[in-house]
């Protein structure tokens, strides 16, 4: 009984102990932008507040937009902030936020989080939820048609150039023949 005691209270010890040491872990209080957020334009930079001021050893933050992975420099710790600046030429469009830490414990905390934004820092705008429009350039193919969908607008510019002409030289030619039978006349 006094072993099955022992057993119990060190159980006990265990769940307290394992507790306090995970409610020690700091926390992420709020980002900017929020999550699941649309912000009008891209910041040029994210936020993310620990509810303590975090190691800066092993900081990382990873921002992947449309066209990849935008985060700038490395992550700066001011407190309980750590921000991560963004390429000025990060497109608009959605944002996932994917954080590694070390916790003011020494213990590594990690998550994600994700907004939309309406215009980038390139000037680029995308609607949310739409797919957003990668920048294409013409293959051969697509150059060789639209050629050859302007070959006809050219025949046809071309052909009312030359009506155009005669009309206006048939129209002088009349003119003159008009003005020189009128002297005749007289
Ligand atoms: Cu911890």
Excluded: C
Excluded at 19 to 28: M, P, T
Excluded at 92 to 110: E, F, K, W
Excluded at 137 to 145: G, L, R, S, V, Y
């Amino acid at each position: 009984m006094r072993r099955f005691l022992a057993l119990v209270l060190l159980a006990v010890g265990f769940v307290v102990v394992g507790a306090s040491a995970a409610s020690a872990h700091d926390v992420l209080e709020s980002t900017s932008p929020a999550d699941g957020t649309t912000v009008d334009r891209l910041p040029q930079a994210v936020t993310l507040t620990f509810s303590d001021d975090p190691l800066a050893l092993g900081t990382q933050i990873l921002v992947k937009g449309p066209n990849g992975s935008v985060a700038q420099g490395e992550p700066t710790i001011d407190g309980r902030a750590v921000h991560q600046q963004l390429d000025p030429h990060a497109p608009a469009g959605d944002y996932v936020v994917t954080y590694r830490v070390t916790s003011s414990d020494g213990h590594p905390i990690s998550g994600t989080f994700s907004f939309h934004a309406t215009v980038g820092l390139d000037g680029s705008t995308a609607t949310k939820g739409a797919a957003v429009p990668v920048p294409q350039h013409d293959t051969p193919e697509q150059a060789a048609a639209k050629n050859s969908q302007l070959v006809p607008v050219l025949l046809t510019i071309a052909a009312v150039v030359i009506i155009l002409i005669i009309g206006t030289a048939v129209w002088i030619g009349s003119r003159r023949r008009d003005a020189a039978n009128a002297a005749h006349r007289g």
